[in-house]
């Protein structure tokens, strides 16, 4: 059974903060993808990495970051969280070698006050 | 980069009643193309999905239908429950040694009894 974690459910934090967010999948999955999820906009592609220190921009990256150390490990970076930022964040993981399904962690419900 | 283009934005229909959802794609090179479903407070799960070599597929009451020529494709819903209410997102994935997913803006659908 593929699992993709994100290390919290819920998250509230300041103005100017430095927020990570982690995901860990246990698929040895290349692929991994950040998304945030705000009413009306559907899921909007953040950045995307398909292999250790590999990372790409996706639609929105504005004002985040991304660290792929391990391959099992994907991190969003926030570097000064602003109130614009408050949404639900999603990760997702999927294998390379041909077209297959992403599977989503349970999300992280950011609020930034 | 690829847009995906999801209508319509909420669909109500009656027990026993088709659905229908239509997606559009920018980038022809697009060759994936998965649709998941999202319940209320979980995350989203992969229903089914086609590739760019087939022109339609079926699986049990859900079945999709692409047009390559066209860029566009569609799900289909028949004999709805209440049970599928839920918000659907339709997607494009790009596979160029790496897997690029980029998902429409999602359509709410709403099964009454």
């Known amino acids: 059974d593929v699992k993709v974690t994100q290390s919290s459910r819920y998250l509230v934090k300041r103005t100017g903060e430095k927020v990570f967010l982690e995901c860990v999948q246990d698929?040895?999955?290349?692929?991994m993808f950040w998304y945030r999820q705000d009413p009306g906009l559907g899921l909007r592609l953040i950045y995307f990495?398909?292999?250790?220190?590999?990372?790409e921009k996706g639609d929105i990256p504005e004002g985040y970051s991304v660290s792929r150390e391990k391959k099992e490990r994907f991190s969003l970076i926030l570097e000064s969280a602003s109130t614009n930022q408050t949404s639900m964040y999603l990760c997702?993981?999927?294998?390379?070698?041909?077209?297959?399904?992403?599977?989503f962690g349970q999300g992280t419900r950011l609020t930034v006050v | 980069g690829e847009n995906v283009e999801q209508h319509p934005s909420t669909l109500s229909v009656q027990e026993g009643d088709s659905a229908v959802i239509k997606c559009t794609y920018s980038?022809?090179?697009?060759?994936?193309f998965p649709w998941y479903k999202q319940e209320l407070g979980k995350r989203p799960q992969l229903i089914i999905d086609?590739?760019?070599?087939?022109g339609e597929k079926k699986d049990q009451r859900i079945a999709v239908t692409l047009n390559k020529t066209a860029k566009h494709f569609s799900l289909h819903i028949t004999e709805t429950q209440p049970e599928d209410s839920a918000v659907y997102f339709c997607?494009?994935?790009?596979?160029?040694?790496?897997?690029?997913?980029?998902f429409g803006t999602g359509t709410r659908l709403l099964v009454s009894p």
């Open positions: 980038d022809s090179a697009s060759n994936y």
């Open positions: 997607a494009a994935s790009i596979n160029t040694g790496f897997q690029k997913l980029v």
């Open positions: 990495s398909y292999d250790v220190k590999m990372k």
């Open positions: 086609i590739r760019s070599n087939v």
């Open positions: 698929m040895d999955h290349e692929n």
């Open positions: 997702a993981s999927s294998l390379t070698d041909r077209n297959t399904e992403a599977f």
